[in-house]
């Protein structure tokens, strides 16, 4: 009975206005993760993380307009999941689109030689790029063939020595004719 009570408390013309604010907020998340850039969003510190819960906090308060009540609730959660279903599906299908909203890898480091306009628009600092190549086991990036900033935010560190640029070709096989089996 109680369950009835919270379902008949807010009219379907109400839950419709959190619905189109739920998705409104989603889009505005996405495009402002989006512009803050990749390393932002991976390497999440206690700054980070309160600063999460404030905008969750926040957030929700203006998805619901302050209701606490179960339709609206329920609505607002099933938009967010059902957005982010329908999200996932689209980027799966188009990845021009993919690359647009998630954005792509980003070259760093070649052949030991760092891109430092690169860094920059990644906001990337020569310390952090130390660090990840030091990680790897790497002295620094002049030791690594390649560094690339992966769409998650991660560095991927390719060491040196030989780079792939500069590997050997294979000999091609030499042929061979192929023994008949007799018939039976």
Same mark, same amino acid.
């Given at each position: !009975?109680?369950?009835l009570l919270?379902?008949a408390?807010? /009219?379907?013309?109400r839950? #419709?206005?959190?619905?189109?604010?739920?998705?409104?907020?989603?889009? @505005?998340l996405?495009?402002?993760?989006?512009?803050?850039?990749? %390393?932002e969003? /991976?390497q999440?510190?206690?700054?980070?993380?309160? !600063?999460?819960?404030?905008?969750?906090?926040?957030?929700?308060? /203006? !998805?619901?307009?302050?209701?606490?009540?179960?339709?609206v #609730?329920l609505? =607002?959660?099933? =938009?967010?999941?059902?957005?982010?279903?329908?999200? /996932?599906?689209?980027l799966?299908?188009?990845? $021009?689109?993919?690359?647009?909203v998630?954005?792509?890898? !980003?070259?760093?480091?070649?052949d030991?030689?760092?891109?430092? &306009?690169?860094?920059?628009?990644?906001?990337?600092?020569? &310390?952090?790029?130390?660090?990840?190549c030091?990680?790897? #086991?790497?002295?620094?990036p002049r030791d690594?063939?390649l560094v690339?900033?992966?769409? &998650? $935010?991660?560095?991927? @560190?390719?060491? #040196?020595?030989?780079?792939?640029?500069?590997? %050997?070709?294979?000999?091609?096989?030499?042929?061979?004719?192929?023994? %008949?089996?007799p018939?039976?």
């Amino acid at each position: !009975m109680t369950i009835l009570l919270a379902l008949a408390s807010v /009219s379907a013309s109400r839950v #419709g206005e959190q619905v189109a604010k739920t998705l409104i907020i989603v889009v @505005v998340l996405l495009v402002g993760f989006r512009l803050t850039g990749k %390393r932002e969003v /991976s390497q999440f510190n206690v700054y980070d993380l309160a !600063m999460l819960m404030a905008l969750s906090n926040a957030v929700q308060n /203006s !998805m619901t307009g302050g209701l606490g009540n179960l339709p609206v #609730g329920l609505a =607002t959660s099933t =938009t967010v999941v059902a957005a982010a279903w329908l999200l /996932s599906r689209l980027l799966a299908r188009h990845t $021009g689109l993919e690359t647009r909203v998630l954005g792509s890898p !980003m070259l760093l480091v070649n052949d030991g030689r760092v891109l430092q &306009d690169r860094l920059r628009r990644a906001r990337i600092s020569n &310390d952090d790029l130390d660090e990840a190549c030091r990680a790897h #086991g790497l002295a620094g990036p002049r030791d690594a063939a390649l560094v690339v900033l992966e769409i &998650d $935010g991660s560095m991927s @560190v390719v060491p #040196g020595g030989t780079p792939t640029s500069r590997a %050997r070709p294979e000999r091609p096989r030499r042929r061979t004719r192929a023994r %008949r089996s007799p018939v039976r």
